[in-house]
């Protein structure tokens, strides 16, 4: 082989080799254009000044792209660079750079040398045409797509097993992840993009065959079978099967789905009937009278702790018995609810008695809130709060920073609120008529060796009954 080099000053030359073989090349004398053989990205611009190398190659790109979409089953659908508005940009300067090279280097071409060029091109599009003719694919609009869909377990039916409806593997798409896949292909002038292969399709996660989802179709079909069975003192509610099976709303997550909204209305109506916080009870009292008493004590259900648990049972699928959390409980779930160990406040006898295991163990005479100042201690069913010794009670705070009164008690036994048993040393006398109008702020004031007595008896929660 002959190797030559051609100048700019040659127009054509034929040269024949030792062998014969005549060989035509063309030499540019003009150095404005590019020398014969020049190409950019595989796309030949030889003989062209860098102005027409710029128009020859946005007017092909332009005319000539075409994006080819790959879809599942072998299916294919293209996008037209016409038709979004589809322009190539070359970086700033770079065909000038390439005809100075090739001036500064002689002008050589010829089948010796590489004056091939490649570079990344700014591509340009209508970004609302290729969002159009991406949302008109048939593959994400036309008629024959199949949904994709995991296996689930079948919706509750009477009298009807739960069972798995098997998985579908479909050919929908990800509408945002296709026109993602679409730009950056054409952002690239890629030729063609391959959907499955860039993750657009929806895939299947959950199959018949997942242990999660029979293991969970298996504890659906015992919730069918199950009851839950509530004790409650010697009464009890059978919450069964079908009412369980009516809360179910699917699962998700590996667990059954209740409608909780529901549960908490079982719980509720639950709570309506056994709850006695709050109630009038008819109370029995040391003198032999039956009167009518209510208050904050009793039994009342934790409605939420218990909805959430209930929820909880049910998602085991096991039959069991409970007795339900309460937000606050009594000594026994009979009508004396209050046991046999109590103190009661007798208002209009002006006299307080310690019953213990059944029988009077102390009592003693009082005097309560000043009914003519509307301090009267308020009628109740109330519990000990707890016990304090050495304590000083006061009244309200005055503009001044002194207080109301300020009264140093040695046994001090709340109940309701600010209201209590205390001994009370400033009295010399105790029951009558004294509370009418010398009574106390609210609280029970006692003889102090009787408060002492007392204080050792009582324990905090003790129930504590006031009746007029």
């Known amino acids: 082989m002959i190797k030559r080099r051609w100048k700019t000053n040659l127009c054509r030359i034929i040269?024949?080799?030792?062998?014969?073989?005549?060989?035509?090349?063309?030499?540019?004398?003009?150095?404005?254009?590019?020398?014969?053989g020049t190409s950019v990205n595989g796309l030949g611009i030889g003989g062209m000044t860098v102005e027409q190398a710029g128009e020859h190659?946005?007017?092909?790109?332009?005319?000539?792209?075409?994006?080819?979409?790959?879809?599942?089953?072998?299916k294919e659908e293209t996008i037209n660079g016409a038709d979004i508005g589809f322009a190539v940009?070359?970086?700033?300067?770079?065909?000038?750079?390439?005809?100075?090279q090739q001036n500064a280097s002689g002008r050589a071409f010829g089948p010796d040398v590489d004056n091939s060029n490649r570079t990344e091109m700014a591509n340009t599009f209508d970004e609302q045409a290729l969002t159009d003719k991406v949302n008109a694919l048939n593959c994400l609009s036309g008629s024959g797509i199949v949904t994709t869909a995991d296996a689930y377990i079948s919706s509750y039916q009477e009298g009807q097993p739960f069972e798995i409806v098997p998985e579908v593997n479909g050919n929908n798409l990800y509408p945002d992840k296709?026109?993602?896949?679409?730009?950056?292909?054409?952002?690239?002038?890629?030729?063609?993009?391959?959907?499955?292969?860039s993750g657009c399709y929806y895939a299947v996660t959950v199959t018949k065959d997942d242990e999660g989802l029979k293991n969970l179709c298996d504890t659906l079909n015992q919730v069918r079978e199950m009851s839950i069975t509530y004790v409650i003192?010697?009464?009890?509610?059978?919450?069964?099967?079908?009412?369980?099976?009516?809360?179910?709303?699917?699962?998700?997550?590996?667990?059954?789905?209740m409608n909780r909204d529901q549960v908490a209305g079982w719980v509720q109506t639950l709570a309506g009937k056994y709850n006695t916080a709050g109630t009038t009870r008819t109370f029995h009292t040391a003198t032999g009278r039956d009167v009518s008493v209510s208050g904050p004590y009793g039994w009342k259900i934790d409605q939420n702790a218990e909805t959430d648990a209930l929820i909880g049972m049910i998602r085991t699928g096991q039959t069991q018995s409970r007795e339900p959390q309460y937000a606050?409980?009594?000594?026994?779930?009979?009508?004396?609810?209050?046991?046999?160990?109590?103190?009661?406040?007798?208002?209009?006898?002006?006299?307080?008695?310690?019953?213990?295991?059944?029988?009077v163990v102390w009592d003693a005479p009082c005097v309560t809130g000043n009914v003519s100042k509307n301090y009267t201690t308020p009628a109740g069913l109330y519990s000990l709060t707890y016990k304090e010794r050495d304590r000083v009670l006061r009244g309200a705070k005055k503009a001044d920073g002194t207080y109301e009164y300020?009264?140093?008690?040695?046994?001090?036994?709340?109940?309701?609120?600010?209201?209590?048993?205390?001994d009370a040393t400033w009295r010399s006398k105790f029951g009558g008529t004294i509370y009418q109008n010398s009574g106390s702020h609210g609280c029970v004031n006692l003889p102090p060796e009787k408060a002492k007595l007392l204080y050792d008896l009582v324990y905090k929660g003790i129930p504590v009954i006031c009746y007029q």
């Open 89 to 100: 940009g070359l970086p700033d300067g770079f065909l000038q750079t390439i005809l100075d």
């Open 406 to 422: 300020e009264s140093p008690v040695s046994y001090w036994m709340p109940f309701n609120g600010g209201i209590g048993f205390h």
């Open 328 to 359: 606050q409980t009594a000594v026994d779930h009979s009508a004396q609810e209050w046991g046999t160990t109590y103190v009661e406040v007798d208002l209009t006898g002006q006299h307080v008695y310690m019953t213990k295991d059944g029988s």
């Open 233 to 257: 003192g010697d009464q009890s509610e059978v919450l069964d099967s079908a009412t369980i099976c009516s809360w179910i709303t699917g699962t998700a997550d590996g667990q059954i789905q």
């Open 57 to 74: 190659i946005s007017s092909f790109y332009s005319s000539k792209y075409q994006l080819k979409i790959k879809e599942r089953g072998g």
């Open 15 to 36: 040269l024949t080799t030792a062998f014969g073989l005549a060989v035509s090349m063309t030499a540019m004398a003009d150095d404005s254009a590019f020398v014969s």
């Open 178 to 197: 296709v026109l993602e896949a679409v730009k950056n292909a054409v952002t690239s002038g890629n030729s063609e993009v391959d959907l499955e292969a």
